[in-house]
């Protein structure tokens, strides 16, 4: 049985970069497709079924981060990998905020790159339903985390989470209580070749508390000073 390929969204106004990239990842066994502006983009994501997308923040027309953001507004949720040449931290912020996966700084390495997608795409794998083994929604208090629709609700009402939002929401859920430190976080939610530091886990950690203290007013994760984080659902001491 022939393995499916990986099908990749090459989203890059550089020609020469875009055709280098095309021709490393198809050495590699993905099935590259490609964009040059933001407008193809859209229209290939919304019509083909993709497993992720390398999207260049700078480029003709709407920016790649309006792309990431449109995608994320019409609840496509196919993982995605920002490159830009703007390195700054504010940058990777706004990136992760509207929703993307990883943050990819040019000029890249190769080999980098290649493990960033597999860390990626392996990190889709492990939170894909398995066929015939749905999922019953975790109950805690008003809120509602349902993994089998990737979706978290409060009080009935769906609310709007990043992937990366949603899936440090779930495991921490399932460990009411137990703390975390900020590199087993990482580890565990970003993958032991995330480039980065503490900091992500803090800027994700405030959104989530924002979000689910809008209902109730409760703070559902205990900050340990110097260590990290635990979840504290209602009630607990």
Same mark, same amino acid.
């Given at each position: ?17 875009? +055709? ?8 590699? *066994? #993905? ?12 229209? @290939?994501?919304?019509? +083909?079924?993709?497993?992720?997308? &390398?999207?260049?923040?700078? &480029? ?7 792309? &990431? ?6 609840? @496509? ?25 990883? #943050? ?9 790159? &290649? ?29 509602? @985390? ?24 779930? #495991? ?11 590199? +087993? ?6 993958? #032991?070749? !995330? ?24 703070? !559902?994760?205990?900050?340990?000073? *110097?260590?990290? !984080? ?8």
């Amino acid at each position: 049985m022939v393995a499916m390929r990986r099908k990749l969204l090459v989203v890059e106004d550089d020609r020469t970069l875009r +055709q280098a990239l095309v021709f490393n990842l198809s050495r590699e *066994g #993905y099935e590259p497709v490609t964009a040059a502006d933001g407008e193809n983009a859209l229209a @290939i994501a919304r019509a +083909q079924r993709l497993d992720l997308i &390398l999207l260049d923040v700078m &480029l003709p027309g709407m920016s790649g981060v309006e792309v &990431l953001r449109t995608l994320r507004r019409e609840g @496509i949720d196919t993982p995605v990998i920002i490159l830009s040449a703007k390195g700054e931290e504010i940058d990777r912020v706004v990136g992760l905020k509207v929703g993307a996966d990883d #943050y990819v700084a040019k000029p890249f390495s190769r080999p980098e790159l &290649l493990a960033r997608i597999e860390a990626v795409l392996r990190r889709d794998r492990r939170h894909a339903p398995e066929a015939g083994g749905a999922v019953a929604p975790l109950k805690v208090g008003p809120i509602e @985390i349902d993994r089998d629709r990737h979706e978290l609700r409060i009080a009935g009402s769906s609310v709007h989470v990043t992937t990366k939002e949603f899936e440090l929401l779930a #495991y921490l859920a399932d460990h009411p209580g137990r703390i975390f430190t900020r590199d +087993q976080l990482l580890t565990r939610i970003w993958g #032991y070749d !995330y480039v980065g530091d503490g900091r992500t886990v803090d800027v994700h950690v405030s959104w989530l508390r924002s979000k689910l203290r809008a209902v109730g007013g409760h703070n !559902y994760f205990r900050t340990v000073r *110097g260590v990290g !984080y635990a979840f504290a659902p209602p009630g607990a001491a």
